[in-house]
């Protein structure tokens, strides 16, 4: 089943979509602009890191473990302050005005934090009103991303005994269900089932095509080689890499390499270094 | 692998994961901290001696044989002791079963499950023993000090007392599983925990305050028509007493009496036990439905955030167990109120700090229910609400609450007196605020299914939210009796909570 925002949710944002859903890029209307974003634990996790995503686009960040992906968009969602830098979502400063840039922004993580005792529409009812969604609106948007997910049978149903794919699907639905122009996920497709894979993909693309902008983390970099207009590659708190697929291989000098190649090249020359 | 060896090898496992577990409650999860533990430890022991001899030491020097009264008193201590330990036990044997844990690579052994599962029955009656062990320590260290080395029976006593409890625990917990389902056997088992812990001491205060308008338990127990309705002194009845003062023969068949039970338990629910444990993990699976279907309600942020605490708290198995309980504890002070209502009376004073104690510790754990234990913090985080908006909501959840549940009991104080219940009702919100400020200042991230952790994350939190609540309680008693003592009360405790604030950690 495919899910099509409904008309009165659909974001108008710059970048025309193509039929094939290759969003046309504005250079100057971007979503997220990232600069000299730092940050140290143990030892030092982002960095300077430089970012530019455009409205519309499908964004896909890809990286070895502990390469500072997470941290990245943790940072870029409000969840960690950040040692220096600056983020901006469409336009706003994010570090200085973080309720206005949270209005436009959801975040998912790959660990799906759920309350287990409410139900399915109980929590889409309780993350609408978070984000002051009037309920003649949200309701029917709720009930529709719970069928398209497949929840439907479950909506009644407290999350106490759900799996985790159908925890992470009611995870993403809570980040739908107030119609973000900007969704964050990492590894959302982490513990679903190929069905579900599927049906999250094919959501996240009817969003891309109606205006949205998403920025995901993979580990699986098919998905990332399938559905993303963009990839970066990350590596040790840095950007070592962007650009499309055709792109990154021109970079890299091998007109059929895979993005797996690709990327096994890219960090182990980044290691290297 | 002999099925000796296996059993005692997983023995082992099982004592080891139970010392880990206990370890990590003493030092918070970090390992550094594990002298300080041991220091406090000892000192806490060592603490607890002052109560126990202010509360037994008079007792120390009591001989065979006893009067009707004296007996009385100390079995219905011991029952009071046993009762909290069936309370304890049977809260240790629900959690045993939700907890999902190793029960996959345990039921995907080729070991004879029966046997495994009877070790794990007795090392819940091992942990429920060392427990009451470690409790009873002081009181009985008090009594050997100052009695002789015939008061060591007791410990002995302990043990029949900690093994029958445990014992009987896994008995009505297997059995509720099977006349109610797992689906309620939870929450009910922890309803019937609360009730059982409280329970004793509720009928005695009941039942002296109907016939002698006290609170005191004691008289009851030893008045003339209890001693006329006691069984004769030479009957089965008093062998626990007799036992803990000594007498070796009553403490030999106690511990024959507990070993027997716990072995016919064992025997008889091992084999249940995998199949229980099953149905427990499999009831979490299932899911429950909410029966009502409604349309989603507006308002602002706020209200939705207040809307979804107020829904998890009365959805909340431990919270709904414990709010009872703090509910049966306020029934005698409500009996003698009533008793009371149409004559002035001392006694009516001693519902105060009843209610103000109850509503300090209520709060402080709603307050971490609410503040720290939030499953979801990254949505809450992401959400477009200044972080202080938040915290706001939920703070006013823990008020309304406590504001729910105690204002008809100071409505009704303040028909029978306008002054206490404007005192009582200072008392509670100044009481309830201090707790929920501590946890705020306290607060760490948390799941809450974690509460039953919350004290081990500080335990400066932990003291400073009790003594708070006594502090609170106590001054609202002496503004009373003697307003000057209640008002240096007030301002000790105040300097307490003043204290801790000086000592939280630092925030942005």
Redesign the interface.
């Known amino acids: 089943m495919r899910f099509t925002a409904p008309k009165h949710l659909q974001v108008k944002v710059a970048g025309d979509a193509k039929p094939d859903g290759m969003a046309v890029m504005k250079p100057d209307n971007s979503a997220l602009e990232v600069r000299g974003l730092t940050k140290r634990f143990d030892r030092l996790a982002v960095d300077s890191l430089d970012l530019t995503i455009h409205a519309g686009e499908f964004y896909a960040l890809v990286g070895p473990n502990g390469a500072g992906k997470t941290t990245t968009l943790r940072m870029v969602?409000?969840?960690l302050?950040p040692d220096a830098g600056a983020v901006s979502i469409f336009g706003v400063d994010a570090l200085q005005n973080p309720?206005?840039a949270?209005?436009v922004?959801?975040?998912v993580?790959d660990e799906p934090?759920?309350?287990?005792?409410?139900?399915p529409l109980?929590y889409l009812?309780?993350?609408?009103?978070?984000?002051?969604i009037?309920?003649s609106i949200?309701?029917p948007v709720?009930e529709e991303l719970l069928s398209s997910l497949g929840l439907e049978p479950?909506r009644?149903?407290?999350?106490?005994?759900?799996?985790k794919g159908m925890r992470q699907k009611v995870?993403l639905a809570?980040a739908l269900v107030h119609d973000p122009r900007l969704i964050i996920l990492d590894e959302p497709l982490t513990g679903l089932d190929a069905v579900s894979a599927r049906h999250v993909k094919g959501l996240l693309g009817e969003r891309v095509r109606a205006g949205c902008t998403v920025i995901m983390t993979t580990h699986i970099l098919e998905v990332a080689e399938r559905m993303a207009d963009r990839i970066g590659v990350i590596a040790s708190g840095r950007l070592v890499a962007e650009g499309t697929l055709t792109e990154l291989r021109q970079q890299n000098g091998h007109a059929d390499t895979s993005l797996e190649d690709l990327f096994i090249a890219l960090v182990t020359l980044q290691e290297a270094a | 692998m002999s099925s000796a060896t296996a059993l005692s090898w997983f023995a082992r496992h099982e004592l080891r994961l139970a010392w880990r577990e206990w370890f990590a409650m003493m030092t918070g999860g970090r390992r550094t901290r594990a002298r300080a533990a041991v220091i406090g430890l000892l000192f806490f022991a060592a603490l607890l001696h002052v109560p126990a001899w202010a509360v037994i030491g008079r007792f120390a020097d009591l001989q065979l044989p006893l009067d009707k009264s004296s007996l009385i008193v100390i079995t219905a201590t011991i029952f009071l002791a046993w009762t909290l330990m069936l309370s304890q036990a049977i809260e240790s044997v629900t959690r045993v079963f939700y907890a999902r844990a190793d029960l996959d690579l345990i039921m995907s052994s080729p070991a004879r499950l029966a046997n495994l599962f009877s070790v794990r029955i007795a090392a819940i009656a091992v942990t429920v023993t060392a427990m009451a062990l470690l409790f009873s320590t002081p009181f009985i260290d008090v009594l050997v000090i100052g009695g002789g080395p015939r008061w060591l029976a007791a410990f002995g006593v302990v043990v029949a007392m900690g093994l029958s409890a445990a014992a009987i625990a896994i008995a009505v917990t297997i059995l509720l599983f099977r006349l109610i389902g797992p689906a309620r056997t939870r929450l009910v088992a922890q309803i019937l925990a609360a009730i059982i812990g409280a329970g004793f001491v509720i009928a005695l205060q009941v039942a002296a305050i109907m016939s002698y308008g006290t609170l005191s338990r004691f008289t009851i127990l030893t008045s003339g028509s209890m001693a006329a309705h006691a069984p004769e002194i030479d009957s089965i009845w008093w062998w626990p007493a007799r036992a803990t003062m000594g007498d070796n023969e009553a403490l030999l068949l106690l511990l024959a009496l507990a070993l027997v039970l716990l072995g016919s338990v064992m025997a008889i629910f091992s084999g249940r036990f995998a199949d229980t444990a099953i149905d427990a993990a499999a009831?979490?699976?299932?899911?429950?439905?909410?029966?009502k279907?409604r349309?989603?309600?507006?308002?602002?942020?706020q209200?939705?955030?207040r809307?979804?605490e107020f829904?998890?708290l009365w959805?909340?198995p431990w919270l709904i167990s414990q709010t009872l309980m703090q509910l049966l504890y306020l029934v005698p002070p409500a009996l003698l109120l009533w008793r009371n209502f149409a004559e002035s009376s001392a006694a009516l004073t001693l519902i105060t700090p009843v209610i103000v104690m109850a509503a300090g510790q209520l709060a402080g754990g709603l307050a971490w229910l609410t503040i720290s234990g939030e499953?979801?913090?990254?949505?809450?985080?992401?959400?477009?609400?200044?972080p202080s908006s938040v915290i706001r909501a939920k703070i006013e959840v823990v008020l309304i609450a406590i504001a729910a549940i105690f204002c008809p009991l100071v409505g009704a104080l303040a028909f029978a007196s306008p002054f206490q219940a404007a005192v009582s009702a200072g008392a509670i919100i100044v009481s309830a605020v201090s707790a929920t400020a501590i946890q705020l200042w306290f607060r760490v991230q948390a799941r809450?299914s974690q509460f039953r952790r919350r004290q081990t994350s500080s335990r400066l939190a932990t003291f400073a939210e009790a003594f708070s609540s006594i502090g609170w309680a106590a001054s609202a008693a002496l503004l009373l009796a003697l307003p000057l003592a209640g008002l240096i009360s007030g301002l000790i405790t105040a300097g307490l909570v003043a204290i801790t604030w000086k000592f939280s950690p630092k925030r942005?």
Request: aromatic content about 8%; some cysteine; hydrophobic content about 40%.
């Open positions: 969602a409000g969840l302050r309720v206005a949270k209005q922004m959801a975040w993580s934090m759920i309350y287990d005792k409410l139900t109980e009812e309780f993350v609408a009103g978070l984000w002051g009037a309920p949200s309701e709720a479950h009644h149903e407290r999350c106490e005994g759900f799996s995870a809570g | 009831y979490g699976r299932s899911g429950r439905s909410s029966a279907q349309a989603f309600r507006g308002g602002s942020r209200q939705a955030l809307r979804k829904s998890l959805r909340d499953d979801a913090p990254d949505l809450v985080a992401t959400a477009p609400l200044m809450r942005d």
